[in-house]
């Protein structure tokens, strides 16, 4: 497998980064998951180009990036829906397109959303550590010398090969995409803790109304609630995952996303369901949101079927690239 210089960052965002799904198998040692934030947008961002969906991928967030073509490939691009121009030309999030060398590539305002996913045709390469190429800026470790893209990098990828012709480039729109600046909904299910949390001053209601604050980081969305519950209780530190949420002494919350710590001290009295953290990785920092309960057996049929789209999708582009290679 041979790598070639692929794009140089021109300008790079406040947080782009390379991931993949996430660094598994450690949280006993204290080592923090990482991965993508939209775990659905990045995968189909991969799908497209065929290539597998843990494959290394860039993550920007918000970011006005400009990056130069240093040889011929394909990208894909997935999640919010940001303007990108390719060479001046308006490119569609949800499609394949050839670059060249020289070629610039230009990502601007987003009007839903706030990541978005770079898929190579084979993948970005990235330093592996402990069997993931995700950055962990804590340790210095994976992705691309374990820190945020710069100004002045230059990222490789695998030595691209033609597509063949009549492949389908299939365009693919994630459709839960908050529209920035409106208020979002996520789904919740009840945590270990929940009773301590509906036992206090009757949090019984069935929607809880909070805005993400600006203080929001990819280790946890801090939410300040329309009706905070100050408390004061003490809970032993136990192991703790991406989607809890935690109820804070103040009365807030704080929803544990992608570079969580790995134990957790406060009432965790809710999660995220799986099918929706896609959705709130990509809300903006000082959105509202409606949390709203929700039954664990609806969670766990809504994250099928969204499982079963991406199946779906892949089997279409493995499909599509078979017939067109024979």
Request: glycine content about 8%; hydrophobic content about 35%; some cysteine.
């Amino acid at each position: 497998m041979s790598y070639v210089p692929t794009i140089e960052v021109i300008k790079a965002g406040p947080d782009d980064r390379i991931q993949d799904m996430g660094r598994f198998g450690y949280q006993h040692l204290g080592i923090s998951p990482s991965g993508v934030m939209d775990t659905y947008a990045a995968s189909v961002a991969n799908i497209l180009l065929n290539n597998k969906v843990n494959s290394s991928i860039i993550e920007l967030v918000l970011s006005f990036a400009k990056w130069r073509i240093l040889c011929p490939t394909y990208f894909s691009i997935a999640g919010a829906e940001v303007e990108i121009k390719l060479n001046g030309k308006i490119q569609q999030v949800g499609k394949v397109f050839a670059v060249e060398k020289d070629d610039e590539l230009q990502f601007s305002s987003s009007s839903r959303g706030a990541r978005l996913y770079v898929a190579v045709q084979g993948g970005w390469r990235s330093e592996i550590w402990l069997g993931s190429s995700s950055t962990d800026i804590w340790v210095n470790r994976g992705g691309h010398q374990g820190r945020r893209l710069q100004s002045g990098d230059q990222i490789m990828a695998q030595t691209s090969f033609k597509l063949p012709e009549g492949f389908n480039r299939q365009f693919f729109r994630c459709d839960y995409l908050p529209i920035n600046g409106e208020r979002a909904t996520i789904r919740i299910i009840k945590g270990p803790d929940y009773e301590i949390w509906n036992g206090q001053n009757e949090n019984t209601q069935k929607t809880i109304l909070g805005q993400i604050s600006t203080q929001s980081n990819r280790m946890g969305y801090h939410t300040e609630l329309q009706h905070p519950f100050p408390h004061q209780y003490s809970m032993l530190s136990s192991p703790i995952t991406k989607g809890a949420i935690e109820w804070l002494p103040n009365g807030n919350w704080i929803v544990l996303m992608s570079d969580h710590p790995t134990t957790g001290g406060y009432p965790w009295i809710g999660t995220v369901i799986a099918a929706d953290l896609p959705k709130l990785a990509q809300v903006i920092p000082g959105s509202s949101v409606e949390w709203m309960w929700v039954e664990a057996e609806e969670a766990v049929q809504l994250f099928l079927e969204q499982q079963r789209n991406l199946q779906i999708l892949q089997h279409a582009i493995h499909e599509s690239f078979r017939k067109n290679t024979h």
